[in-house]
């Protein structure tokens, strides 16, 4: 089954324990992203990869790293995760090219205490 | 920058009308502008795709139009039924061919 998946779904943790939520999508997809979702502010972009090795800073990028080694994976680091990342994150995949039609994860529910 | 605004943060029909969504951009025409559906708690799925040279798309129940002159994308649901009811998002691409920029939603909510 075409998928993408992220994990962990729920996850609570305190201020400046780094973490990593992982991302994989098996639809040899290369474009990826991730967004945060936040009541009131809507999806915003974190950062995107259009391919191996290629990664870009989207709207809101601070506080955030990401790495693309492989196609499939595209893990977000919170170096010294803080309360105000505290969020619904989502990660997704696309073929490239104009035709941005994303293929979404089902979310990772993250708590910074 | 480019933004995004969805005129509604909610929209109240009944089962059966026409829902209307709106989706305005403020600056340059996008090459596309997309359409996702959210349910709570869940990531959004995609709709529908119109091309800045499209006046407008259809699938099943579902017409998007792109009015570049307005700035203006309309998402309608026809013969709308309680199943429809959901965060709908539009959304385009910044400029930068991959930086994605979101509408805050539509929720819709279709009474029986």
């Known amino acids: 089954e075409a998928q993408v998946t992220q994990n962990p779904r729920y996850l609570i943790t305190v201020t400046g324990k780094k973490l990593t939520v992982t991302c994989s999508q098996n639809?040899?997809?290369?474009?990826m992203s991730w967004y945060r979702q936040d009541p009131g502010l809507g999806l915003r972009q974190i950062y995107y990869s259009m391919n191996v090795e290629v990664t870009d800073k989207g709207d809101v990028p601070e506080g955030y790293k990401v790495s693309r080694k492989e196609k499939r994976n595209f893990p977000l680091i919170l170096e010294s995760p803080s309360p105000n990342q505290t969020s619904l994150y989502f990660c997704?995949?696309?073929?490239?090219?104009?035709?941005?039609?994303?293929?979404f994860g089902p979310g990772t529910r993250l708590t910074v205490t | 920058s480019q933004k995004i605004e969805q005129n509604s943060e909610a929209l109240n029909i009944q089962e059966g009308k026409t829902a209307t969504l709106t989706c305005n951009y403020t600056n340059y025409s996008p090459a596309y502008l997309q359409w996702y559906r959210q349910d709570p708690g869940r990531g959004p799925v995609f709709l529908l795709l119109i091309r800045e040279n499209e006046k407008e798309k259809r699938k099943e129940r579902l017409k998007v139009t792109f009015d570049t002159t307005l700035k203006q994308s309309l998402f309608h649901i026809t013969a709308s039924q309680p199943a429809d009811s959901a965060t709908y998002l539009c959304?385009?691409?910044?400029?930068?061919?991959?930086?994605?920029?979101f509408g805050k939603g539509t929720k819709l909510s279709v009474k029986p």
């Open positions: 997704a995949s696309s073929l490239p090219g104009l035709v941005y039609e994303q293929y």
């Open positions: 959304a385009l691409d910044e400029g930068s061919q991959g930086n994605l920029i």
């Open positions: 639809m040899n997809h290369e474009y």
